[in-house]
């Protein structure tokens, strides 16, 4: 495992944007892993700018998002796809066909999984995959639990992430309850990961997944078997792990 540290967000955001803007310079048909929540935004605007300077080029790359809120639909503006389209992919040259994120519309969750595990199988797997951190530890929509699971799958969200992601919507009751993921086998079969963690209220989690033992209560804890993983974290978030 790799340690990053950025001075705050904007620094975490820049560094890891030039990380992506490698990986699309030295392979231009790489296959990106993309992630969701407030965590990326700032990457995105940045990619967004290199696209927009002549810079970067999406036209041969293809994405897979880690998740998607099952029984939304693409329109709805709550959803990842809403989210990718409106903060990323509107934006660059990046070919729509060559976008994949679960279909939360699709009630059939097994043949939803399948599909996605075997789409990604089919282009090699995932050069690059972007990850950001729940608060209880969760990557993709993989929550604590007793297992590791290892493919695509529907989960149940829990509570402490309905909570925390309830300010997207009009109200509690309107976040979906289930979510199509990623597993933990599929990220983990990513050649890269990075992940990217800022902010006080992350500090108890970042201690726990990368300083203390592995265990499937905190799945972020996992990436420290990761081969090439590298964790780009700001001072507020590594606060308790300096001294370690
Ligand atoms: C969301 C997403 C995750 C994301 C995490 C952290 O629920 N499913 O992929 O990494 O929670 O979000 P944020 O960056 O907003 O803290």
């Given amino acids: 495992m790799k340690i990053i540290k950025a001075l705050d967000y904007n620094d ?18 790489s ?5 969701t929540g407030s965590s990326p935004l ?26 998607e809120y099952y029984g939304l639909s693409k329109e709805n ?4 796809h809403y989210y990718m389209y409106d903060n990323l992919f509107n934006h660059i040259n990046i070919n729509n066909q060559n976008v994949h994120i679960p279909d939360g519309d699709n009630k059939n969750a097994e043949q939803e999984c399948l599909n996605y595990e075997k789409a990604i199988l089919d282009v090699g797997g995932i050069d690059l995959q972007l990850l950001g951190c729940g608060h209880n530890g969760h990557i993709g929509f993989n929550e604590p639990s007793d297992i590791f699971y290892p493919s695509t799958h529907l989960v149940k ?8 992601n309830k300010r997207f919507f009009e109200s509690e009751d309107e976040v979906p309850k289930y979510s199509y993921t990623m597993g933990i086998k599929t990220i983990m079969h990513a050649k890269k990961i990075i992940m990217i963690v800022s902010g006080e209220s992350k500090k108890e989690i970042v201690k726990r997944a990368f300083f203390e033992p592995i265990t499937p209560q905190v799945p972020a804890s996992v990436l420290q078997l ?9 001072k507020a978030a590594f606060s308790l792990c300096e001294n370690i």
């Fill in 77 to 80: 503006r709550q959803s990842y």
């Fill in 157 to 164: 969200l829990a509570d402490s992430t309905i909570q925390a």
């Fill in 12 to 29: 975490m955001s820049i560094k890891a944007a030039n990380i992506i803007s490698e990986q699309i310079k030295i392979k231009a048909n």
């Fill in 31 to 35: 296959v990106l892993g993309l992630a």
């Fill in 226 to 234: 990761h081969r090439n993983f590298t964790l780009i974290v700001d």
């Fill in 42 to 67: 700032q990457i995105y605007k940045h990619l967004i700018d290199w696209y927009k300077k002549g810079e970067l080029d999406f036209s041969q790359i293809t994405s897979f998002n880690l998740d």
